[in-house]
């Protein structure tokens, strides 16, 4: 059915308290037509969880420039599977090191996005890999 | 679509989240899942706040549930927030304010976007109390999306509608302009820490006073306007908005006691079944005019004046409806 939109959780676990690049996504993911649920800085992972399943979303966005990452994604995406979630797709984002990315990915992240990134790939990204739910 | 009522019937979150969802998006069949949860409804109170873009709704919001909690009851909240009429996209925002009940299980929040309705509301909203309701929240609280003019579509699902106004823009004549004076049942004044809080108050208890033919006057309620405390002064405003609670809940009260929640039940209802009429009737052949280019044909024929709408209508009507 086309009249699916696909619907974001876009949030920053952790203490850095920093979020004008977290709202410049959100109202780039607005304008790709998506529904965007923006929440802000300074979640932790229990939060962000129960957030997405109350939200019904496709996708939860993380981003993180504290490099508490290695924690905080793999334990959101841990608490969405306990909940029998696994159809969220989770991705992250920020400066996250080279070497940190396998272990991401094995933690079941999907994508991660370094600063260099466009908006569009982003977007592009989620048009190619999310399927709103059926 | 059996099994997902069922799932919501257990409590299940996500499924009453996807139920909502399903709604929202129109997805054929979604209404077997609502036959079984209909008549299970009419047990909550539901809340409509409503007021100005960035009056405060979402913040006095979310320390009302935080007033609810403390006095035992379970709270579903509908935020709803504008849908992008370029990319029919959406930003939810109101959800960032009320982030400190994320993990209390008996706080259900879920953000809707308006998807084109212009009254303030979406179209899913009423379905979406529905779905709170089964869920056996005791109140659910519709925060509305910043109304300007006509947008009181609220009045429809509510049955205590809230209007939240603020000092430094002109509210007290706007509202009356709005129509909002004929939704209220309770007015907020918000923002006491800005200049002319005071004089909104009394200008708009002066309001209040003066107007015999608002709706609720003839049946005795008397309007009561709140100065809330400033969100600035945490514990006064915890405290005011207590007091708004209690009197929200003495609203409710008033409409048992006196006979009136029938009526507004009446009013909720036929807005509901006139939306299923509508979806029911309408919408199919709608689909189908479009699907096969007919609709086209026929504003052909306006445009070359060939016809005019009201017999192209009825042409239509005697086509469809045997
Ligand atoms: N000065 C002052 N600011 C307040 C008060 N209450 C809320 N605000 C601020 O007003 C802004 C808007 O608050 P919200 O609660 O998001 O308002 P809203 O009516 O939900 O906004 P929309 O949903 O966008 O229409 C925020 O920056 C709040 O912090 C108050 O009592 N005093
Ligand atoms: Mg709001």
Redesign the pocket.
Known sequence: MSNRKIRVLLAKPGLDGHDRGARVIARCFRDAGFEVIYTGCHQTPEMIAAVALQEDVDVVGLSCLSGAHNYLFPQVAKLLQDKGANDITVIGGGIIPEKDMAGLYEAGIKEIFTPGATLDSLVEWINNNVNPKE | MKELSKKVLEGDIRAASRLIRNLEDQIPNTYIAMQEIFGKTGNAHVVGIT????????????ELICAYRKKGDTVGVL?V?PTSPFSGGALL??R??MLRHAEDTGVFIRSLATRGAMGGISKAVGEAIHVMDVLKKSKIIV?T??VGQQEVDIINHAHTVAV?L?PGMGDEIQALKAGLMEIADIFII?????DGAGKLYKETLNMVNMSKDNKNGAQGWRIPVLL?????EPIK?AESVEALRDKIDEHYQYLIDNDLLSERMRRKTTAELNEALWGTILQPILKDLHADGEINRLVDKLLTKASDPYSLAAEVASKYMK
């Open positions: 007021g100005a873009p960035g009056a405060g709704k979402s913040t006095l919001t979310d935020a927030d925002g109101d960032i304010r925060e999306v910043g939240v603020v918000n923002k006491a820490d800005r809330v405390e400033s969100v600035l405003f």
